[in-house]
């Protein structure tokens, strides 16, 4: 099968690298992928080429498509989409122009990442039209479940997306040092990287704290954090959560996350803001979850854990872990392609 997929962003980013993923690990399936973006900075471009892809892209600079039914994106993919044999967009602004111009007869998938928080005017009205013509949609998080189904999505065409996650058998970086506190995801607001530089100030006899990714706070995590070493963004950042104390993720908004899972993996204790998805993942004592926003429990939680005070079931959360390796997640989505695609043509 060939398919076509579509980003509306191509950045470093999670949804991204998960795309991309699950992109290689289908080849096993028979499922070979050619790639579009409407809009790529030059870091995503890299990252796709890193993954074996080289992108076509309507713009080589970041915009708002991730979020805007955009009529020129629309028109620029009607020729690309041509021949495609199924396509799946990742992103409402991709989902939305794929389903202006998409023969009929081809298989439309959509995933959503991320809660739909319309960071512009919101395009309620316009996402309720589209989704009629979406056949199956991949929604990674429970806020973005709850929107499309209010939006008139008949249940039995969504399912939860699943990101595949590598690095389960990572050793750590040579040099590291132990005890240390890591934080691994972009530096951006939703993350809540600066939540966690505050609380690194109120943790007794602090080990050292690693930020690895990069993004459009570092220059003030910096100075709120002094201390701390900046990795910048890595491939693969799993030798660097491998070993150690914690693994933090702040976030003030996170429908899954693929750092806590990757620390869930290696054995590494995760401490987390509950929010949106993240209750869901570190369940039954899986992690420890302390209220969003809060430099103080944030502080409090991870002197627990480095002290002993507190473990989670590392036994668990391993073995949640594992059901996100990319052979597992890329064997339910071509189950999935298969499917509708054979419902498709029962109808044709």
């Known amino acids: 099968m060939d398919v076509v997929r579509v980003l509306a962003k191509l950045e470093p980013g999670g949804a991204q690298l998960s795309a991309l993923r699950l992109s290689v690990a289908l080849r096993e399936h028979g499922i070979e992928t050619r790639l579009l973006a409407g809009e790529a900075c030059r870091a995503g471009l890299q990252l796709a080429r890193e993954h074996g892809f080289e992108p076509e892209c309507l713009r080589g600079e970041l915009g708002r498509l991730q979020w805007a039914p955009s009529r020129a994106f629309a028109a620029w993919l009607a020729p690309r989409l041509a021949g495609a044999e199924l396509v799946h967009a990742h992103m409402f602004g991709a989902w939305w122009a794929a389903a202006q111009v998409l023969a009929p007869e081809v298989p439309l998938v959509a995933s959503e990442h991320n809660a739909l928080t319309w960071p512009g005017p919101p395009q309620e009205r ?112 799993a030798p660097w959560v491998a070993g150690a104390a914690v693994l933090a993720a702040p976030s003030r908004a996170d429908a899954w996350s693929q750092s806590v899972v990757t620390a869930m993996a290696l054995g590494t204790p995760v401490v987390a803001a509950a929010v949106e998805g993240l209750p869901a993942v570190l369940a039954d004592g899986r992690g420890i979850l302390v209220a969003p926003e809060d430099p103080d429990a944030l502080a409090a939680a991870l002197d627990d854990v480095l002290c002993g005070r507190r473990r989670p079931d590392l036994a668990a959360a391993r073995e949640y872990a594992l059901g996100f390796t990319p052979e597992l997640v890329a064997e339910q989505y071509a189950a999935v392609y298969a499917r509708v695609s054979a419902e498709l043509r029962s109808f044709a």
Request: net charge positive; aromatic share 6%.
């Open 126 to 237: 316009e996402l309720r039209a589209a989704l009629p013509r979406v056949d199956h949609f991949f929604a990674h998080g429970p806020a973005a479940r709850a929107t499309v189904l209010k939006a008139g999505l008949a249940p039995e065409r969504l399912a939860p997306g699943r990101s595949p996650v590598v690095g389960l058998a990572a050793s750590p970086r040579p040099g590291l040092p132990s005890p240390r506190i890591v934080f691994c995801g972009r530096l951006a607001p939703d993350k809540g990287p600066d939540v966690l530089a505050r609380a690194l100030r109120r943790v007794p006899a602090c080990p050292p704290a690693y930020f690895v990714g990069d993004g459009p706070l570092r220059e003030h995590l910096e100075a709120l954090a002094p201390d701390a070493v900046f990795a910048g963004w890595q491939r693969d950042p």
